[in-house]
């Protein structure tokens, strides 16, 4: 009996959970420099069509959800930087992922309640409504399909939010992120630019200027080419101008010069020495709201308040902290503490 050899995905995937605190934020250089994603926070069903030197994308994501959009991708970027991290120790990864609502929305620096909790499972929905199909790092004239989530699994809580999210990454970010040379890091405070143009800027220029000194130019063409935005040429021009007007964007000098009768945008990567860190001593309310927990903390913290869910028990934590005013040497040994005195608490029997 001839058979022929199963797949490399073939068979049950293993569970990989995420669970690392103060890591690197990475993303996937073929999404940086090509359009994959709206940047809009308006539902955009109008398919991402994108051709180019043997490049092609097409992204469709029908409605109600329509296609993701760029603040979506900051799951996927968490999913995968995630993923990195676990390799990088030497622990054993897999594209099923188990997360908890709480620990992306802390790692990606937005607020906890009901809101996000909404807003964080239309975020899963749109990536998994999400088609691509594109011949992106696809050999020997081959074309690839898949959406950006392959599978979803909700736990809910009492209320009906989600509270864990299991995911199936597809084969194709899978592949990038354990291949090192197809990764770059991110600026910290990439999670607070609010723009969707300069968001997607910013991760544009991360990929073709990299860490060059020297800069590096592009006519506003092919930024609005490459950008896949619905906006006419003239508006999306504005939106550049206003954007190097207001500034450095994060660790980037911007210029816009005219050379030719082109209007040109220049990139140059801001040397360390350069940028100016103001020194701030955090007061104890900002220390509450940002005090930074190990990993190994979190696996301490379930074992010492079975059953508990444990990132509640931490949001309970800083908000006492912060209403008491504390400055902590030790927060993980405080955390620790407070969850051994909740799980001591007598249960309370009601007749």
Request: hydrophobic residues 40%; charged residues 30%; contains cysteine.
């Amino acid at each position: 009996m001839a058979l022929r050899k199963p797949p490399p995905q073939d068979g049950q995937l293993e569970l990989f959970s995420a669970v690392f605190t103060d890591i690197v934020t990475r993303d996937i250089q073929d999404a940086m420099e090509v359009p994959f994603l709206s940047l809009s926070k308006k539902p955009r069903v109008e398919p991402i069509l994108y051709s180019s030197k043997g490049v092609d994308i097409t992204v469709t994501g029908g409605a109600p959800y329509g296609i993701a959009n760029i603040w979506d991708w900051d799951l996927i970027m968490w999913l995968l930087s995630q993923v990195r991290e676990a390799i990088d120790k030497g622990h054993p990864v897999s594209r099923q992922i188990r997360f908890h609502r709480h620990a992306f929305l802390k790692s990606a620096r937005r607020d906890a309640g009901g809101v996000q909790y909404r807003r964080l499972e239309d975020t899963i929905a749109r990536l998994k409504n999400t088609n691509v199909v594109t011949t992106v790092r696809a050999a020997d004239r081959r074309t690839v399909m898949f959406s950006w989530l392959e599978y979803v699994h909700i736990d809910r809580d009492d209320n009906g939010r989600l509270r864990d999210a299991t995911v199936v990454l597809p084969e194709w970010l899978f592949e990038a992120v354990r291949d090192r040379t197809l990764i770059l890091s991110l600026h910290p405070d990439y999670f607070l630019l609010t723009g969707g143009i300069e968001r997607w800027l910013y991760r544009f220029i991360r990929k073709q200027a990299g860490n060059s000194i020297t800069g590096w130019k592009w006519r506003l063409e092919t930024l609005h080419e490459r950008s896949g935005s619905t906006q006419r040429l003239s508006d999306f021009a504005t939106a550049i101008r206003d954007i190097v007007r207001d500034g450095n964007l994060l660790d980037y000098e911007l210029v816009l010069r005219k050379e030719e009768g082109q209007e040109l945008l220049y990139a140059k990567r801001i040397s360390p020495s350069a940028q100016k860190v103001p020194e701030v001593v955090p007061s104890a309310i900002t220390q509450a709201q940002f005090l930074r927990l190990k990993t190994m903390t979190y696996e301490k913290a379930k074992a010492l308040a079975p059953g508990y869910d444990i990132y509640s028990l931490e949001e309970d934590w800083r908000r006492a902290t912060q209403k008491k005013g504390l400055v902590l040497n030790d927060p993980d040994a405080a955390f620790l503490a407070w969850c051994k005195k909740v799980a001591e608490r007598p249960v309370k029997v009601v007749r």
